[in-house]
């Protein structure tokens, strides 16, 4: 009788091992493709000058250097505006932008996905054909709606219009149909709980990948992005909008690479730390991004 294959105490029967191994060659090789861009921008910031225009380039550092480095932290000291103003501006921004996110999302999730009130699907369909508007389309009326509210200038515009993600609604609430049976919600309301009390400690702790996901993408996109153009004060800008003033100033490459490195590694660590909870909500929501 032909033994069975486990793999952590779980019976596999669709491969060999030879076929195992092959997918495991495969996938490596498109990763180091996939990763050679961020390596060549890591190895760029440790690059000498004459070292960045070699032609063609070099996948590797001859001579490694901190210069770079250090003329952007002297860049940075001589800006009229301290530069843990940008960083403050930057963390304040994200997290708000994060957790307002976050709290907003994953309510009107659990609502259109376990309520059941009329018009659930009608708005659900709504949210999910607005994936497929671009933010330029709406930029006049959201400039006269700001206008409107006196948000222009403010901490506001950069992080309230974050809040009406859809993206994140669309993989809440997905998750939270596929983790989550309905039986489990009626049980909880025949035994007294209130619809805030069922999200808040029997939905939320059940689909905990599916906001820590979010978490992750939305922290991501506010990082990267920068403050709001409709920011014109400098005391309100981030550090990503200061280092982009301060490499056009400068004209400096190498200063610019540097800058790259510093705003990319705060990301990139969340994400490698949080990678698997990624991973297991884009499954569940049918994503393969």
Known sequence: ?????????????????????????????????????????????????????LTPPNFYVIKPTMQNFIDLFASMTSTWVPISRYIFNTVFISLGATVGCLIIGSMA????????????????????????????VTGIAHFIIFVALGWLNTYTISIVPIWASTLGLYLMKNFIDASIHDSMIEAARIEGASE???????????????????????FQQVWNAGASSYVYSENLKTFDNAINSIISASGTQGAGAAATV??????MIVFIISQSKIVETMGSAGMKD
Do not use: C
């Open 1 to 53: 009788m032909k033994r069975l294959r486990t793999r952590k105490h779980a019976v596999v029967l669709n491969r060999s091992v030879g076929g195992d191994l092959s997918i495991t060659i495969l996938l490596g090789i498109f990763g180091l493709f996939m990763f050679l861009p961020v390596y060549y921008l890591i190895i760029t910031a440790f690059k000498p000058i004459g070292e960045m225009f």
């Open 109 to 136: 999730a659990y609502a259109i996905s376990k309520v059941h009130f009329p018009g659930a699907n009608v708005i659900f369909q709504m949210i999910v054909y607005s994936l497929m508007i671009s933010s330029t």
């Open 196 to 218: 805030f009390r069922i999200y808040l400690t029997l939905v939320m702790p059940l689909v905990k990948p599916a906001w820590l996901t979010l978490m992750i993408t939305v």
């Open 262 to 267: 510093l705003m990319m590694s705060v990301p």
